[in-house]
């Protein structure tokens, strides 16, 4: 299927803000369209549930598996024809999550976890990525705990900061990191800049 929409991903760890981020660029600009993960299709967030509920034990293996899973279907079933139809989507996490969250913060291996995302996504990849970056202290700080990933410790989030830092360094033109501690609306303005150069 041929692309001509934008990808945009929006990444960060929990409580970075990006969820408030992802809504207050829908609201600014109306023909975007915000999908999140895991979700964004009814298989997809039948499996977010699965992996957020802190009933469960997840294997980390099985948990990579399930994003990878939710993912797949994401970009068939939604992102390959939004993007088709020109459409510029903003999506709420994407691999890099994965990366992060299960490549360094389960320790699973970041190129092992980009390898089995190779194959989820057909190869999809972002055209940008909005990095909120905020300390792990901030985070904890800032959010609730009451799912499965969010009752991860210090360690834990350490990690998942110094992947997503590490990947910020490494791939320079496609991320762009926004300071996660300025309040929402200078966030948005600064993401709604650079969105603007993009179009
Ligand atoms: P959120 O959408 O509320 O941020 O919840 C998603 C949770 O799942 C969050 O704790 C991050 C985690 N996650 C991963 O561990 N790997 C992934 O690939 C994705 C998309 C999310």
């Known amino acids: 299927m041929a692309r001509s929409g934008r990808l945009i991903a929006v990444e960060g760890i929990d409580g970075a803000g990006k969820t408030t981020l992802a809504e207050g660029i829908a609201a600014a600009l109306p023909d975007v369209t915000v999908l999140r993960e895991p979700g964004g299709a009814v298989l997809s967030e039948r499996i977010r549930a699965l992996v957020k509920d802190p009933a469960l034990e997840v294997d980390p293996r099985a948990e990579a ?6 993912r797949a279907q994401l970009v068939s079933e939604k992102l390959l024809p939004l993007l088709a139809s020109g459409r510029t989507v903003i999506l709420d996490r994407f691999v890099d999550s994965s990366l992060a ?5 389960r320790g699973l291996g970041v190129e092992e976890i980009a390898e089995l995302n190779r194959f989820a996504t057909a190869g999809l990849t972002a055209d940008l990525t909005l990095y909120l970056r905020v300390d792990p202290a901030v985070g904890a700080a800032r959010r609730g705990g009451e ?3 969010e009752q991860e410790g210090e360690a834990f989030f350490s990690a998942v900061v110094a992947a997503y830092d590490a990947l910020a ?10 300071d996660g501690t ?6 948005l303005a600064t993401a709604l800049t650079v969105l603007k150069r993009l179009q």
């Open 65 to 70: 598996l399930l994003y990878a899973a939710a």
């Open 147 to 149: 799912d499965r990933l």
């Open 182 to 187: 300025d309040p929402p609306d200078v966030v």
């Open 101 to 105: 969250y299960q490549g360094a913060g």
């Open 169 to 178: 360094a490494k791939e320079r033109d496609r991320y762009v990191v926004l």
